[in-house]
C-alpha cells in the first residue's frame, strides 16, 4: 500500500505566497520522478512541475519563474513553493509520484488539496 498526502493548501490574496507538501508512506523501494498536477473545475489536469530522484526540474510556462519544486528524499517528500499567486493559479493541486516497486515503476496520485487565490 502506497499513500501520497498532500498538505498547505489554502485561501489567500493574489500575489501571496504557499507552500505545498506531499509525503510518501507505504511499501516501495524508492521514488523515482515525483510532480505537482493541477486541475480547475471542468478543466483536465495539467502538469505544473516534476523532478527526478536526482533533482532536474520541469516546469509549465505558465508557472515558470513563480514556483519551484523541491524534494527530500530521506522523507520522501516533495514541495511546491508557491509565489506571487494569482487567481488563476485556483485549482486543486495534486502530487504524483512514480514508486519502484520489486523492480517495476507504479504510478501514484495524492488527494488533493485546494487553492484559492482571490483578487
Known amino acids: 500500500q502506497v499513500q501520497l498526502v498532500e498538505s498547505g493548501g489554502g485561501l489567500l490574496q493574489a500575489g501571496g505566497s504557499l507552500r505545498l507538501s506531499c509525503a510518501a508512506s507505504?511499501?516501495?523501494?524508492?521514488?523515482?520522478?515525483m510532480g505537482w498536477y493541477r486541475q480547475s473545475p471542468g478543466e483536465q489536469r495539467d502538469l505544473v512541475a516534476t523532478?527526478?530522484?536526482?533533482?532536474?526540474?520541469n516546469y509549465a510556462e505558465f508557472v515558470k519563474g513563480r514556483f519551484t519544486i523541491s524534494r527530500d528524499n530521506a522523507k520522501n517528500t516533495v514541495y511546491l513553493q508557491m509565489n506571487t499567486l494569482k487567481p488563476e493559479d485556483t485549482a486543486v493541486y495534486f502530487c504524483r509520484g512514480e514508486m519502484r516497486i520489486r523492480g517495476y515503476t507504479y504510478s501514484y496520485w495524492g488527494q488533493g488539496t485546494q487553492v484559492t487565490v482571490s483578487s
Open positions: 523532478i527526478t530522484a536526482g533533482g532536474m526540474t
Open positions: 507505504g511499501n516501495f523501494d524508492s521514488i523515482n520522478a
